[in-house]
T-cell receptor, first 112, second 115 residues
Framework: AQSVTQLGSHVSVSEGALVLLRCNYS??????LFWYVQYPNQGLQLLLK??????LVKGINGFEAEFKKSETSFHLTKPSAHMSDAAEYFC??????????FGTGTSLTVIP | EAGVAQSPRYKIIEKRQSVAFWCNPI?????LYWYQQILGQGPKLLIQ????????DSQLPKDRFSAERLKGVDSTLKIQPAKLEDSAVYLC?????????????FGPGTRLTVT
């Protein structure tokens, strides 16, 4: 069965500080992993994805994530937070039939 | 290219009433998804279509929810009758289907409030 756990429903960082959002997954098949961002009153937008190949994945807006099979993790990072990064972030894992299983989300606050 | 379109954006109804949501996916996308996102939670898949056939509706409360995708393009999600716990944002997403992309494109959602 597929599932995703996002540790920390709320994360606050200062502008310019490192952003680290945690995601651990469970998957019965080789995992395909995704991070999405959701701004208020908008749909989800894909930040980055891991399917196969290089385990360090770079996405939009300076975000990246590293797939660590031994730790069943896919944490999202950004070296320097910007005010515009304040949003809800969702980690997701793809199931066998192209279904996506989403975590409960992490709300990122950026403090000026 | 145009994104996934949804309407209405907001809807307020009383419990036991009926409501319908409409989704127009990105042109050429074979796969269409409906998700329910309750406040403070991640999206939960309700139903997945491949062209006009249902791939997965295991989490769709079929006693009150129904969905169709006629002609494999637009889709409609209906709730009849609505309950208070149906208050949520209903997201539609589409993807090309197949291959290694698996990327889903989401619409802006319909926020439903049931009073």
């Amino acid at each position: 069965a597929q599932s995703v756990t996002q540790l920390g429903s709320h994360v606050s960082v200062s502008e310019g500080a490192l952003v680290l959002l945690r995601c651990n997954y469970s998957s019965s098949v080789p995992p395909y992993l995704f991070w999405y961002v959701q701004y208020p009153n908008q749909g989800l937008q894909l930040l980055l994805k891991y399917t196969t190949g290089a385990t360090l994945v770079k996405g939009i807006n300076g975000f990246e994530a590293e797939f660590k099979k031994s730790e069943t993790s896919f944490h999202l990072t950004k070296p320097s937070a910007h005010m515009s990064d304040a949003a809800e972030y969702f980690c997701a894992v793809k199931g066998p039939g192209n279904q996506f299983y989403f975590g409960t989300g992490t709300s990122l606050t950026v403090i000026p | 290219e145009a994104g996934v379109a949804q309407s209405p954006r907001y809807k307020i109804i009383e419990k036991r009433q009926s409501v319908a949501f409409w989704c127009n996916p990105i042109s050429g996308h074979a796969t269409l998804y409906w998700y329910q996102q309750i406040l403070g939670q991640g999206p939960k898949l309700l139903i997945q279509f491949q062209n006009n056939g249902v791939v997965d509706d295991s989490q769709l409360p079929k006693d009150r929810f129904s969905a169709e995708r006629l002609k494999g393009v637009d889709s409609t999600l209906k709730i009849q009758p609505a309950k208070l716990e149906d208050s949520a944002v209903y997201l539609c997403a589409s993807s090309l289907g197949g291959g290694l992309t698996y990327e889903q494109y989401f619409g802006p959602g319909t926020r439903l409030t049931v009073t």
